[in-house]
C-alpha cells in the first residue's frame, strides 16, 4: 500500500514563504512525475508544479519566479518552496504522484491534503 504524506503547510503572511514536503512510502519500485496541485473553495483543483523523474518543471503561469519544485527520487519525495506568498494562493495543496510502481501495478496517488492560508 503506498501512502503520500504531506507536511509543512500553515498560515503566512503576504509576502511570506512556506515549504511543503511530500513523501510516499510503500514498496515502490518507480514513480513518473510528482506534482503539487491546489484547491480553493469553489474553485477546480489545478496544477501549480510538476517534476519529472529527470528534474524536468512545468508550472502553473500564477506561480512562476515565485515557487520551486523540487523532488529526491531515491527518497520518493517531493518539495515545494513558495516564496512571496499572495492571499490568492490560500488553498488546500495536494501532493500527486504519477505511475507509481509496485509489486501491484502502477497507477496514480494522492496525498490528503495541506491548507495554506495567506493573509493580507
Known amino acids: 500500500q503506498v501512502q503520500l504524506v504531506e507536511s509543512g503547510g500553515g498560515l503566512v503572511q503576504a509576502g511570506g514563504s512556506l515549504t511543503l514536503s511530500c513523501a510516499a512510502s510503500?514498496?515502490?519500485?518507480?514513480?513518473?512525475?510528482m506534482g503539487w496541485y491546489r484547491q480553493s473553495p469553489g474553485k477546480q483543483r489545478e496544477l501549480v508544479a510538476v517534476i519529472s523523474t529527470g528534474g524536468s518543471t512545468n508550472y502553473a503561469g500564477s506561480v512562476k519566479g515565485r515557487f520551486t519544485i523540487s523532488r529526491e527520487n531515491a527518497k520518493n519525495t517531493v518539495s515545494l518552496q513558495m516564496n512571496s506568498l499572495k492571499p490568492e494562493d490560500t488553498a488546500v495543496y495536494y501532493c500527486n504522484a504519477e505511475r507509481v510502481a509496485t509489486v501491484f501495478g502502477a497507477r496514480d496517488y494522492w496525498g490528503q491534503g495541506t491548507q495554506v492560508t495567506v493573509s493580507s
Open positions: 510503500g514498496i515502490i519500485f518507480s514513480i513518473n512525475a
